[in-house]
T-cell receptor, first 114, second 112 residues
Framework: DADVTQTPRNRITKTGKRIMLECSQT?????MYWYRQDPGLGLRLIYY???????NKGEISDGYSVSRQAQAKFSLSLESAIPNQTALYFC?????????????FGPGTRLTVL | AQSVTQLGSHVSVSEGALVLLRCNYS??????LFWYVQYPNQGLQLLLK??????LVKGINGFEAEFKKSETSFHLTKPSAHMSDAAEYFC??????????FGKGTMLLVSP
């Protein structure tokens, strides 16, 4: 089945370390997104990309960077992790032209920064 | 700009009772509206969506939602709750082009 996968699923790291979260999709979608989920805050958009050469900041991009290596791959980096970046991170995809921006989500990466 | 308000961070029902999860939205353009469900330790799964046309939308697992433009609402209902419905539910709004804006979520608790 066409799918959205995230690696790793769980990661524990220390303050100051560089971390990369990876997302791959086999849906053939051109748009990809990174969100973080915190209890009581819902999902907040970090970065999004409408194609390989397009990168856009979301509402909470500070402290994060992204790379769109190919249409199917979109990675999120924390250059120097801090404890308040402890959260559940989701990758999502959507397809231009559907007119609705319905998004399809990966299973999430649980990141803990000590 | 668009926004979503979900009334109630937690809703508790008994098995067999009506489920009602409330969602109000704000959008400067005709909205597209979604309900997603998140089961424990899983990603978000689409329950249903409103695009255009019929305002009563049916989704998976017996859920439905009604788009009411005059009330800027898109409440989610299910006639009879099942234990397996226990999950977190997110309402989201899109302008159809750029991004989705999510509400803060409502945790549905179902007791026997």
């Amino acid at each position: 089945d066409a799918d959205v996968t995230q690696t790793p699923r769980n990661r524990i790291t220390k303050t100051g370390k560089r971390i990369m979260l990876e997302c791959s999709q086999t849906k053939g979608h051109d748009r990809m997104y990174w969100y973080r989920q915190d209890p009581g805050l819902g999902l907040r958009l970090i970065y999004y990309s409408f194609d390989v050469k397009d990168i856009n900041k979301g509402e909470i991009s500070d402290g994060y960077s992204v790379s769109r290596q190919a249409q199917a791959k979109f990675s999120l980096s924390l250059e120097s992790a801090i404890p308040n970046q402890t959260a559940l991170y989701f990758c999502a995809t959507s397809e231009t032209g559907t007119g609705t921006n319905e998004q399809f989500f990966g299973p999430g990466t649980r990141l803990t920064v000590l | 700009a668009q926004s979503v308000t979900q009334l109630g961070s937690h809703v508790s029902v008994s098995e067999g009772a009506l489920v009602l999860l409330r969602c109000n939205y704000s959008s400067s353009v005709p909205p597209y509206l979604f309900w997603y469900v998140q089961y424990p330790n899983q990603g978000l799964q689409l329950l249903l969506k409103y695009t255009t046309g019929a305002t009563l939308v049916k989704g998976i697992n017996g859920f439905e939602a009604e788009f009411k433009k005059s009330e800027t609402s898109f409440h989610l209902t299910k006639p009879s709750a099942h234990m397996s419905d226990a999950a977190e539910y997110f309402c989201a709004v899109s302008d159809g082009y750029s991004t989705l804006t999510f509400g803060k979520g409502t945790m549905l608790l179902v007791s026997p």
